[in-house]
């Protein structure tokens, strides 16, 4: 009898385990999976609006961290004035990056695009290598580093700042798209420019404020995941590719689909890393995206276009 006891409780207790133990990658998985979304909404947001996929996207995740980290630092701004202002200054590195190098371009080729972006973002993390140094550097955390227990795992403060954050933009963001008159306009836009232009809309306009909308976005989620991943010239490649694949999951839409690819990706990632090995950890999010461009090109939430005959 004691031996069937103790052999039931031995289950009990691996079981328990094993239950925290997906709970803490699930938990870990929607924190880091939200950072995807917001950066895979930026990408969808100048797509749609302008037809560009902007690869230099991931540069204005890191300069986001970079640029609170010299408010804080050299400024010595506190936290609360540093966010804001490292914020707006990314902004303005977005709309001069669409100035300086998008608009002059006559008739440009999709190749085009794509090389130019690319070579931006080369620019970018070059310059913040020379303003910067390759050294990592911290931001404190928002509200403390003390755990926080859900139901046998453990979460930062930090997570529960990344995911309110998140909800947070994909709401506003949702807002202005559907409800203020230059989100209409910049949705006209994406569906049909020359009609848009025909009606009165500035379509420059409306692209220079994609560019804006995209590098503020980019540039929260910088903030918001530094205290965690910390922050240096390099770290926006890799986070900008993994928010390209979370667009391509939500079949390059700017609102729901996306976050839901931003969280699946972060999800399969972090099981990934915890149930199989960590390094596959970077590998997964490439995996999905070649499955999906060979199985299901339009995303998981896209519908295929229809040809006009």
Wanted: a positive charge; aromatic letters at 8%.
């Amino acid at each position: 009898m004691g031996k069937g006891r103790g052999e039931s409780l031995l289950v009990e207790t691996g079981y328990s385990m094993q239950f925290s133990q997906i709970l803490q990658y699930l938990l870990s998985g929607l924190s880091i999976g939200a950072i995807y979304a917001l950066i895979g909404v930026g990408f969808s947001i100048i797509y749609n609006a302008t037809g560009i996929i902007n690869f230099a996207q991931g540069e204005f995740v890191m300069l986001g961290g970079m640029l609170t980290l010299f408010f804080l630092e050299m400024l010595k701004f506190p936290l609360w004035l540093a966010i804001p202002c490292a914020i707006a200054a990314s902004t303005a590195a977005g709309i001069l990056f669409e100035r300086l190098a998008i608009r002059p371009l006559r008739r440009p080729t999709p190749i085009n695009l794509v090389i130019l972006t690319i070579g931006g973002s080369i620019l970018i993390r070059g310059l913040a290598m020379l303003v910067w140094g390759k050294d990592t550097h911290a931001i404190p955390s928002f509200s403390g580093d003390e755990p926080i227990s859900i139901g046998g795992a453990t979460i930062l403060p930090q997570h529960l700042w990344i995911l309110g954050v998140t909800l947070l933009m994909v709401s506003v963001n949702k807002f202005y798209f559907n409800r203020t008159i230059s989100g209409k306009a910049m949705r006209a836009c994406a569906y049909n420019r020359r009609a848009a232009s025909l009606v009165g809309i500035d379509v420059r306009r409306m692209v220079m404020l994609s560019f804006a909308i995209s590098s503020a976005m980019g540039a929260v989620a910088g903030i918001i995941v530094a205290p965690l991943t910390m922050v240096a010239y390099d770290v926006g490649g890799m986070l900008g590719l993994k928010g390209f694949c979370a667009a391509i999951v939500g079949g390059m839409s700017s609102g729901i689909p996306t976050v839901m690819g931003g969280l699946i990706l972060g999800v399969l990632e972090s099981m990934g890393a915890g149930l199989i090995s960590s390094g596959y950890k970077d590998a997964i999010a490439f995996i999905v995206l070649l499955l999906l461009l060979f199985l299901r090109p339009q995303g998981l939430f896209g519908k295929p276009e229809s040809e006009r005959v």
